[in-house]
């Protein structure tokens, strides 16, 4: 596909975190990845990320990679942007996942700082540069410190914000005020990585989000930041607290991939929860507990197929009132 035009969102607006579907015993579910790559286009999702930490991207192989790229770009390409992980604590390893993610046909690339190792910033810089050296992709930067005990100090976006390829940062620091300050210092687009934190983000200039969330609330997030775009902002405030509930419980915790395979299931997009180990799938009671917060939300009718009135009635309520 052609990326978006705009540099303020490289990518869209708002991207899901796509968990990797797999069989009961345990391979990557093309099929299933493909069914639930049109849902999110379907719902508003701008892009998909795929090989992320939500996607396991830890215990899924290159082959599978390269193949779920290729059938989701395939699948979806022409609507919406894929974006590849290709993050790993080993640089030459990730320069052959992001040349092999451009040769599949992905549309971008994320990378995550090095985690475990720890590099100084210096480290950092030389990784990054290095990763988007490879290829002529766009690379979304993934500032995850909760994950890889690392942040990327200002300095060193300010550096690589000069890398004609480097267009993009997902931040998962909760840090809105060192975002509010870096968004206009260093003109990258920046995307909230963490689903509660959407709206703090746009309101400092962020481009949108890439959320796990998304994977059952998407077309509200599109809904919220339309009308944010709009002007609209009580609207998007009222939008985005319809999501509250489905964000707590495929986040609180921390687990996010185990409690996003499970929301999919009881959508009846995917028909198992199934997890690589070290992760495992969520039990009975959690399901139980997710399924009556989806009901309350009203994304579920009787018999456990997907709904999504609220989205809808509240944006003709926003037409008719504009």
């Not at 869209?12 to 579907?21: I, N």
């Not at 286009?41 to 701008?46: K, L, T």
């Not at 990378?111 to 979304?140: C, I, K, W």
């Not at 620091?173 to 003109?187: H, P, R």
């Given at each position: 596909?052609?990326?978006?035009t705009?540099?303020?969102?490289?990518?869209?607006?708002?991207?899901?975190?796509?968990?990797?579907?797999?069989?009961?015993?345990?391979?990557?579910?093309?099929?299933?990845?493909?069914?639930?790559a049109?849902?999110?286009?379907?719902?508003?999702?701008?892009?998909?990320?795929?090989?992320?930490?939500?996607?396991e991207?830890?215990?899924?192989?290159?082959?599978?990679?390269?193949?779920?790229?290729?059938?989701?770009?395939?699948?979806?390409?022409?609507?919406?942007?894929?974006?590849?992980?290709?993050?790993?604590?080993?640089?030459?390893?990730?320069?052959?996942?992001?040349?092999q993610?451009?040769?599949?046909?992905?549309?971008?690339?994320?990378?995550?700082s090095?985690?475990?190792s720890?590099?100084?910033?210096?480290?950092?810089?030389?990784?990054?540069?290095?990763?988007?050296?490879a290829?002529?992709?766009?690379?979304?930067?993934?500032?995850?410190?909760?994950?890889?005990?690392v942040r990327?100090?200002?300095d060193?976006?300010?550096?690589?914000?000069?890398?004609?390829?480097?267009?993009?940062?997902?931040?998962?620091?909760?840090?809105?005020?060192?975002?509010?300050?870096?968004?206009?210092?260093?003109?990258?687009?920046?995307?909230?990585?963490?689903?509660?934190?959407?709206?703090?983000?746009?309101?400092v200039?962020?481009?949108?989000?890439v959320?796990?969330s998304?994977?059952?609330?998407?077309?509200?997030?599109?809904?919220?930041v339309?009308?944010?775009?709009?002007?609209?902002?009580?609207?998007?405030?009222?939008?985005?607290?319809?999501?509250?509930?489905?964000?707590?419980?495929l986040?609180?915790?921390?687990?996010?991939?185990?409690?996003?395979?499970?929301?999919?299931?009881?959508?009846?997009?995917?028909?198992n929860?199934?997890?690589?180990?070290?992760?495992?799938?969520?039990s009975?009671?959690?399901?139980?507990?997710?399924?009556?917060?989806?009901?309350?939300?009203?994304?579920?009718?009787d018999?456990?197929?997907?709904h999504?009135?609220?989205?809808?009635?509240?944006?003709?309520?926003?037409?008719?009132?504009?």
């Amino acid at each position: 596909m052609v990326l978006p035009t705009d540099p303020a969102r490289p990518f869209g607006a708002v991207l899901t975190a796509m968990v990797t579907p797999m069989t009961p015993d345990g391979a990557v579910d093309l099929k299933a990845a493909v069914k639930l790559a049109k849902k999110l286009v379907d719902d508003g999702n701008d892009g998909i990320v795929l090989s992320g930490t939500t996607g396991e991207s830890p215990v899924t192989h290159t082959p599978e990679k390269e193949e779920l790229v290729a059938a989701v770009v395939e699948a979806v390409g022409d609507r919406a942007a894929v974006v590849a992980g290709a993050g790993s604590n080993d640089t030459v390893h990730a320069i052959r996942m992001a040349e092999q993610a451009a040769e599949s046909g992905a549309d971008g690339l994320l990378v995550v700082s090095p985690y475990y190792s720890r590099p100084n910033q210096e480290g950092l810089f030389q990784h990054f540069v290095a990763v988007a050296d490879a290829t002529d992709l766009p690379v979304m930067l993934y500032d995850v410190p909760g994950r890889t005990v690392v942040r990327i100090a200002p300095d060193t976006f300010r550096r690589l914000a000069q890398h004609p390829r480097i267009v993009a940062n997902k931040d998962a620091t909760g840090d809105v005020y060192a975002a509010s300050k870096l968004i206009g210092e260093t003109g990258l687009a920046w995307y909230s990585g963490d689903d509660g934190l959407l709206l703090p983000f746009l309101s400092v200039g962020g481009a949108g989000i890439v959320s796990v969330s998304a994977h059952v609330v998407g077309a509200h997030f599109a809904e919220t930041v339309r009308r944010f775009d709009a002007g609209d902002i009580a609207g998007a405030i009222e939008v985005f607290r319809t999501t509250t509930g489905v964000i707590d419980a495929l986040n609180g915790a921390g687990a996010q991939a185990v409690m996003a395979k499970a929301a999919v299931e009881l959508l009846g997009v995917t028909d198992n929860r199934f997890l690589r180990l070290p992760n495992v799938a969520a039990s009975d009671d959690e399901v139980a507990a997710l399924r009556a917060v989806l009901a309350r939300a009203g994304l579920l009718r009787d018999g456990d197929t997907a709904h999504q009135p609220e989205v809808n009635e509240l944006a003709q309520a926003s037409s008719a009132g504009h």
